[in-house]
């Protein structure tokens, strides 16, 4: 069974500040996808980045960057010189399934970051 | 803007009743899901469509069930609702396998 764990339920920040939220997944399969959304006051669920288990490169997209860890099963969101709008639910989720037939999302509970002005 | 349409985007009704909740997915996507979102049990995956069959099921309670059309459209029909069901329901379309899942904006479904 897959497994996503959000350790940290509660993230609050002052405009500016660095923050990192932590991503830890557990799944016996060797070929897996990573996700992050985001999920604003408004509702929706934003999509943010896909990983696959065989590209530990780290991806930076203007100021967020991810860390991909095989080694300790980690996926990390860094936000960089955050700011109000980025405050939200922000969600971890794990895919194994390569063959597509069953490509469900196992999400994790989800890191309430606030940034204060 | 996704390009994943839900439809309606608010729902209140009564223990008992019954409703269906509407999908459109992306242009050129094939593969539908529908997630549940409450407070005590987060974000669950219910079912899984791709090209009109059914793909996959997760935690969908045999009250519920769904489909998808050939113009690829899904519905989501929930019956004899109770206070529990209230919640955000979440319709993601991607092309095909392990591809990104972009997210309607979600039906938030009350039952009184």
């Known amino acids: 069974a897959q497994k996503v764990t959000q350790a940290q339920t509660e993230i609050s920040v002052v405009e500016k500040e660095d923050v990192t939220l932590d991503c830890v997944y557990e799944t016996r399969d060797t070929t897996y996808y990573l996700f992050w959304y985001k999920q604003p006051p408004s509702g929706e669920l934003v999509f943010l980045i896909r990983?696959?288990?065989?590209?530990?490169q780290n991806e930076i997209s203007g100021r967020y960057s991810w860390n991909f860890q095989k080694s300790t099963s980690s996926f990390n969101f860094t936000i960089t010189a955050s700011q109000v709008v980025d405050s939200a639910v922000y969600f971890c989720a794990l895919s194994v399934d390569h063959t597509g037939a069953n490509s469900k999302l196992t999400f994790g509970k989800g890191i309430t970051l606030s940034v204060r002005p | 803007d996704s390009g994943v349409t839900q439809t309606p985007k608010h729902l209140i009704t009564a223990t008992g009743q019954r409703v269906t909740l509407r999908c459109s997915p992306r242009s050129g996507d094939l593969s539908v899901y529908w997630y549940q979102q409450s407070l005590d049990q987060g974000l669950q995956f219910l079912i899984q469509?791709?090209?009109?069959?059914?793909?996959a099921k997760g935690n969908i309670l045999e009250r519920f069930s769904a489909q998808q059309f050939p113009d690829l459209h899904s519905e989501l029909n929930l019956s004899s609702l109770e206070l529990g069901d209230s919640a955000l329901y979440f319709c993601a379309s991607s092309k095909w396998g392990n591809y990104e899942q972009y997210f309607g904006p979600g039906t938030r479904l009350t039952v009184t």
């Open positions: 469509y791709y090209n009109g069959e059914e793909r």
């Open positions: 990983r696959n288990s065989f590209d530990e």
